[in-house]
Antibody
Framework: EVQLLESGGDSVQPGGSLRLSCAASGFSFRTYSMSWVRQAPGKGLEWVSGINEVGGPYYADSVKGRFFISRDTSSSMLYLEMNSLRAEDTAVYYC????????????????WGQGTLVTVSS | DIVMTQTPLSSPVTLGQPASISCRSSQSLVHSNGNTYLNWLQQRPGQPPRLLIYEISNRFSGVPDRFSGSGAGTEFTLKISRVEAEDVGIYYC?????????FGQGTRLEIK
């Protein structure tokens, strides 16, 4: 059974930092790209960052230079280091399976975690 | 960035009646490998998103056959043949053809 379990969400002041984690299990983590998607309270979904199977990162313009994605294949963990946090970063952050390598063996974004809440407020 | 536009943004439907949601992308979603990475997601109240349809028209595992997807290029549609109470929620189209991944604004499906 595929499981994605996010953790690390907290309440932090503007300008602060936070590190989110996503523990993956039930699939071959090393062969999948992964993504972080967030949802502000009462709003829609916004893709934040992705990382391919060899560690190449991708970022939304809204977080570029402030957020850093990484992965530890040996422990099947995905991370999001969040710096210089702003009120507009307040959201539930989901990790999701992105594309597999090779593409075609599974749908993209077929599994999502339950999410972890980040609140940025003074 | 590819902009995804959904219509309508709200859809009141009578139980047992059909529902349809449209999604338009600002550019073609055909990937260089020939596939079109257009997904439909369902988000029930208080739940994370759930994959319903992938690559335009393929139902994901466990998704009832009353859900269907169609379209090509830049125009896509999600149809529910007979709405049930458990279908209440917000539906999103999303593209995973290129980075950044982008989502439609969401369509709220509610029962009349």
């Amino acid at each position: 059974e595929v499981q994605l379990l996010e953790s690390g969400g907290d309440s932090v002041q503007p300008g602060g930092s936070l590190r989110l984690s996503c523990a993956a299990s039930g699939f071959s983590f090393r062969t999948y790209s992964m993504s972080w998607v967030r949802q502000a309270p009462g709003k829609g979904l916004e893709w934040v960052s992705g990382i391919n199977e060899v560690g190449g990162p991708y970022y939304a313009d809204s977080v570029k230079g402030r957020f850093f994605i990484s992965r530890d294949t040996s422990s099947s963990m995905l991370y999001l280091e969040m710096n210089s946090l702003r009120a507009e970063d307040t959201a539930v952050y989901y990790c999701a399976k992105d594309y597999p390598n090779p593409v075609g063996i599974a749908p993209l974004f077929d599994y999502w975690g339950q999410g972890t809440l980040v609140t940025v407020s003074s | 960035d590819i902009v995804m536009t959904q219509t309508p943004l709200s859809s009141p439907v009578t139980l047992g009646q059909p529902a349809s949601i449209s999604c338009r992308s600002s550019q073609s979603l055909v990937h260089s490998n020939g596939n079109t990475y257009l997904n439909w997601l369902q988000q029930r109240p208080g739940q994370p998103p759930r994959l319903l349809i992938y690559e335009i028209s393929n139902r994901f595992s466990g998704v009832p056959d009353r859900f269907s997807g169609s379209g090509a290029g830049t125009e896509f549609t999600l149809k529910i043949s007979r709405v049930e109470a458990e279908d209440v929620g917000i539906y999103y189209c999303m593209q995973a053809t290129q980075f950044p991944r982008t989502f439609g604004q969401g369509t709220r499906l509610e029962i009349k």
